[in-house]
């Protein structure tokens, strides 16, 4: 392959993404719409303000002042005025309130008494990221709210109040979480998206662009361009949206996240795995618009490809847990060896000796579509298709 | 009548001669479904790897990290030197967790210094975090309730009183719809909707671009009488039957074959579905009066339909998303589709609970059919314009 060859192919292709209305959409103004959509989502960053219906048939001074407890997280939003149970479930079942909080009758005898008090919680486990919040601030609240009861039964047993307050934890769960401190659901969330929104815009315009080639007829100027040379065809179509994919990884990267307050510690690293992605999300562009004839049928095998790759790269479901057959399928998918690892790039700050593995095997992804496309391409002329046979070229 | 049903057989006799078509009818969805069903088919994450250091090592300790490791939900996989260590495997993913046990941690329990066991979660996936950090509170919870209960009765207090002291207010906790809070359940038949839906708008979308691509505009017209609005319901009616087989399939097939109950022979997801897959191909055919390619078609659904599930409110409550946005996602049919679907497969609940959500679809189909009316009709009637 000649340098020459290459150049004209790729300053065609830069031409071509600016001047054809559907790349330039595609490239810039779709991801950009991604960008505002789901950055504005996750804008809350956690479940927070949930309605929980509040039933309280003790109606003590030390039921209201659990209620004020409950009142007082901002994970919960208590309505009042239920007068049984069944009432409040009744509004679950009409989304009014997603919980209900039941104080029975004796509940302050019983603590008083040093009995067990129970508390009843109703959750709809409907939602996950909701009853998981309504579950854990109950329980906290549950827990921190007998102390004052606790020291004053013991203090009328001779305690002093500081053995009596270290009685009430002896042990204490010093939870530390690293990569997400304030474990944010957007935190979790939008550098996997930021990844698959990568992936969907440059599969739809690689295979657009090798489409509109097909269309309208660009086949041949396509291969004058580059002198007869596949590779020619390849870096010089395939370069332009990679540095197309680079830009849009950057604004994600410096304007998306921070919007969300996710700010990038390790941004050469990140960058380098994430241009590693890029080519091997390309170059898997390059093969699929080879292996099929009409344009239709590759944009068509790229709407079952998305989805089911960002759920098989454990991102939400590590990989240890899907069955041996979906593990095995997900190895030959670029995304499993690129999502989770950008987004511990993002969220963390690791050294470059962490990132050589998945540049490596996301490089070798790159050169195996390169050699496949080569292949398929020898077999079915679908790029080069005005020129069945090579011997046609000399 | 007779010119819409000839516009459906005549949708059916392009099927037939399409590859494409039948790809995207048949081997797509079933592809989809049996890949996403398996993902989630363990239902909960069992068995995290963890890690411990344990600098203590004491009878104590080594209690702690036993407690561990027979949770159901974690497993004591490595035992680490230091915290170093510790990060260098929580960045190579290796464990969710790590335990760390001070020194001294023995004796200090003994002289009744209140301890911290600290507890390092990889916080990255929301999932493994919460599960791993809410399984390691409840056993530090227990062991914390175990050392008080021998030191109030080592200090006098009854079996009964230590026993009450120790949890004061219990938590009766009921996990409503989902009680063992199963992933495969909750998740999987949203992700499978989410295709369908998908697979709808695209129906929509090809049903009038393949028309335009084919140049058969013109027959088409002519089949239904030079109507827009009976190609238009020859259509959708064509679409919504064949989508009835999709549901059929997903409904009696592929739930049980994922092990998911789904009492679907009821009244209720019946006329839903009907109305989901309405305004569904009905935003497909105002897609495709817009977008004039079949490739446009394909590229306008990928791009429009990709993020419907995560604007749903199926996983992230609409009531938590910037106004606006709440607006917004009320116009994509998935989203009253899922809350409604969710109160028939979760709740187990009938049509008195779902009509807003009918209601919602069938205003939804009304506005994309009529708007696709007019455009499609304007696009015809500009095309015979232009060839006179």
Redesign the interface.
């Known amino acids: 392959m000649k340098i020459k060859n290459f150049t004209n192919v790729f300053k065609r292709e830069i031409k071509r993404i600016f001047t054809h209305r559907?790349l330039l959409l595609?490239c810039f103004a779709?991801p950009m719409v991604?960008g505002l959509?789901?950055s504005?989502?996750?804008?809350?960053k956690r479940?927070?303000?949930i309605?929980i219906g509040v039933v309280d048939f003790d109606n003590s001074a030390i039921s209201r002042e659990l209620i004020r407890a409950v009142n007082a997280s901002p994970e919960l939003n208590p309505s009042g005025g239920y007068a049984s149970p069944n009432e409040a479930y009744a509004d679950?079942?009409?989304?009014k309130i997603d919980a209900l909080y039941f104080i029975p009758q004796g509940f302050s005898e019983d603590?008083k008494k040093?009995?067990?008090?129970?508390?009843?919680?109703?959750?709809?486990?409907?939602?996950?990221?909701?009853?998981?919040a309504v579950?854990?601030k109950?329980?906290a609240i549950?827990?921190e709210?007998?102390k004052q009861?606790?020291i004053k039964?013991?203090m009328r047993?001779g305690?002093d109040y500081k053995?009596a307050d270290?009685?009430f934890?002896?042990?204490?769960?010093?939870?530390?979480?690293?990569?997400?401190?304030e474990?944010n659901?957007s935190?979790?969330?939008l550098p996997a998206?930021l990844i698959a929104v990568l992936q969907?815009i440059l599969l739809?315009a690689v295979c657009?662009s090798v489409?509109k080639e097909k269309?309208d007829g660009g086949q041949k100027e396509l291969y004058e361009a580059a002198g007869g040379s596949w590779t020619a065809v390849f870096l010089g179509k395939s370069l332009p949206y990679v540095f197309v994919g680079i830009a849009l990884n950057l604004a994600g990267i410096f304007i998306m996240l921070p919007h969300n307050g996710i700010y990038a510690s390790s941004v050469l690293n990140l960058t380098l795995v994430s241009t590693a992605f890029i080519m091997a999300i390309t170059a898997f562009a390059i093969l699929i618009s080879a292996l099929f004839n009409?344009?239709?049928?590759s944009?068509?095998a790229?709407?079952?490809y998305?989805?089911?790759t960002l759920?098989?790269s454990g991102?939400?479901?590590?990989n240890?847990?899907?069955?041996i057959?979906?593990q095995i399928?997900s190895l030959f998918f670029p995304s499993t060896y690129a999502v989770?690892?950008i987004?511990?790039l993002i969220?963390?700050d690791?050294a470059l000796k962490?990132s050589i593995l998945p540049i490596a095997v996301l490089l070798s992804f790159a050169l195996l579509c390169y050699f496949a496309a080569r292949l398929v391409e020898r077999k079915t002329r679908r790029i080069f298709a005005i020129l069945p046979k090579k011997s046609n070229l000399k | 009548m007779k010119s819409i049903l000839n516009i459906a057989v005549r949708e059916f006799r392009i099927i037939l001669k399409s590859k494409?078509l039948l790809?995207?009818l048949l081997a797509?969805p079933a592809?989809?479904f049996l890949?996403?069903g398996?993902?989630?088919?363990?239902g909960s994450?069992e068995e995290?790897?963890i890690a411990v250091i344990d600098e203590d090592n004491s009878a104590l300790s080594r209690m702690i990290i036993r407690s561990f490791d027979s949770s159901a939900d974690m497993q004591v996989k490595y035992r680490l030197s230091n915290i170093n260590e510790l990060?260098d495997y929580?960045?190579?993913?290796k464990v969710?967790l790590g335990l760390y046990i001070p020194r001294d941690f023995q004796n200090n329990?003994k002289r009744?210094?209140?301890?911290?066991?600290?507890?390092?979660?990889?916080?990255?996936?929301?999932?493994?975090?919460?599960i791993a950090?809410?399984g390691?509170?409840t056993i530090?919870?227990t062991?914390?309730a175990g050392?008080?209960y021998q030191?109030?009765s080592k200090?006098?207090?009854s079996h009964e009183?230590a026993?009450?002291?120790v949890?004061?207010?219990?938590?009766?906790?009921?996990?409503?719809?989902?009680?063992a809070?199963n992933?495969h359940f909750?998740l999987t038949p949203g992700?499978w909707l989410?295709?369908l839906h998908?697979l709808l708008i695209?129906f929509g979308a090809l049903a009038i671009a393949k028309e335009f691509d084919m140049k058969t505009v013109s027959p088409m017209y002519e089949t239904a009488n030079k109507s827009v609005l009976k190609v238009l319901l020859g259509k959708t009616i064509f679409y919504t039957a064949v989508s009835f087989g999709h549901f059929e399939i997903l409904y009696r097939l592929i739930f049980p074959l994922f092990g998911i109950k789904f009492h679907h022979w009821s009244i209720a997801p019946i006329l839903f579905g009907l109305c989901f897959c309405i305004a569904s191909i009905s935003l497909g055919l105002l897609l495709s009066s817009v977008l004039k390619t079949?490739?446009?078609a394909?590229?306008g659904?990928?791009?429009i339909s990709?993020?419907a599930?995560?604007?749903s409110g199926?996983?992230?409550?609409i009531?938590?998303?910037?106004k606006?946005?709440a607006v917004f996602v009320q116009i994509i049919p998935l989203t009253p589709f899922l809350?409604g679907f969710?109160?028939i497969y979760?709740?187990d609940?009938g049509i008195n609970?779902i009509y807003p959500y009918i209601v919602h679809l069938l205003i939804l189909a009304i506005a994309f059919f009529a708007a696709s009316y007019i455009l499609l009709r304007f696009r015809i009637e500009k095309g015979a314009e232009n060839e006179n």
């Open positions: 559907d595609i779709a991604y959509l789901f504005f989502l996750y804008i809350n479940a927070g303000n309605n679950i079942l009409k989304d603590i040093g009995k067990p008090a129970v508390a009843v919680g109703a959750v709809n486990a409907g939602n996950f990221l909701v009853s998981s579950l854990k109950v329980s549950s827990m709210f007998s009861e606790f039964i013991l047993r305690f053995s270290n009685l934890h002896p042990l204490r769960a010093d939870n530390r979480y690293i990569f997400n401190p474990m659901y935190a979790f969330f998206l969907q739809i657009s489409s269309i009409s344009p239709q049928a944009l068509a790229l709407m079952f998305a989805m089911p759920l098989l991102f939400a479901w590590p240890y847990a899907l069955p057959y979906l399928i989770n690892h987004r511990i969220l963390g690791a962490y | 494409l790809f995207l797509f592809a989809d890949l996403l398996g993902i989630f088919m363990s994450l995290l790897p990060k929580l960045i190579r993913q969710v329990i009744q210094k209140p301890q911290s066991l600290i507890v390092f979660t990889s916080a990255s996936n929301y999932i493994t975090a919460s950090d809410a390691a509170n530090i919870a062991l914390e050392i008080k030191i109030l200090k006098g207090f009183e026993l009450a002291l949890q004061q207010i219990q938590n009766d906790n009921m996990k409503l719809f989902n009680p809070l992933y909750y992700l989410s295709i998908q695209l079949q490739a446009n394909f590229k659904v990928l791009l990709a993020p599930f995560l604007l199926y996983t992230y409550p009531s938590i998303m910037p606006f946005l809350a969710k109160k979760h709740q609940l609970y």
